[in-house]
Nanobody, 123 residues
Framework: QVQLVESGGGLVQTGGSLRLSCAASGLTFSSYVMGWFRQAPGKEREFVAGINWSGGSTDYADSVKGRFTISRDNAKNTVYLQMNSLEPEDTAVYYC????????????????WGQGTQVTVSS
């Protein structure tokens, strides 16, 4: 049974930082592309960042380029999202997901999803 478990969310002030983690189990982690998505109230789930199997290639949404960094540790079956210079517009539930495809920027490309972690940025 595949499980993706996010952690690290919370409440932070504008300009602050958070580091999200997603621990995977029940799958061969290094065989999957990993992505982070977010969904704000009343909005569709949107792509934030993706990383390929080895970690050698990454993709970012324009809205987070230069502020967020995705990374992975295949030995620990974990993907991370370092979020700096946070803005109120970053407030959302953040989800990690696993895909067989690269690049993979669409929700439809992903096969497995975590339950999400809430990130709230206060102004």
């Amino acid at each position: 049974q595949v499980q993706l478990v996010e952690s690290g969310g919370g409440l932070v002030q504008t300009g602050g930082s958070l580091r999200l983690s997603c621990a995977a189990s029940g799958l061969t982690f290094s065989s999957y592309v990993m992505g982070w998505f977010r969904q704000a109230p009343g909005k569709e789930r949107e792509f934030v960042a993706g990383i390929n199997w080895s970690g050698g290639s990454t993709d970012y949404a324009d809205s987070v380029k230069g502020r967020f960094t995705i990374s992975r540790d295949n030995a620990k079956n974990t993907v991370y999202l370092q979020m700096n210079s946070l803005e109120p517009e970053d407030t959302a539930v953040y989800y990690c997901a696993a895909s067989f495809r690269w690049p993979a920027m669409s929700v439809r490309n992903y096969n497995y999803w975590g339950q999400g972690t809430q990130v709230t940025v206060s102004s």
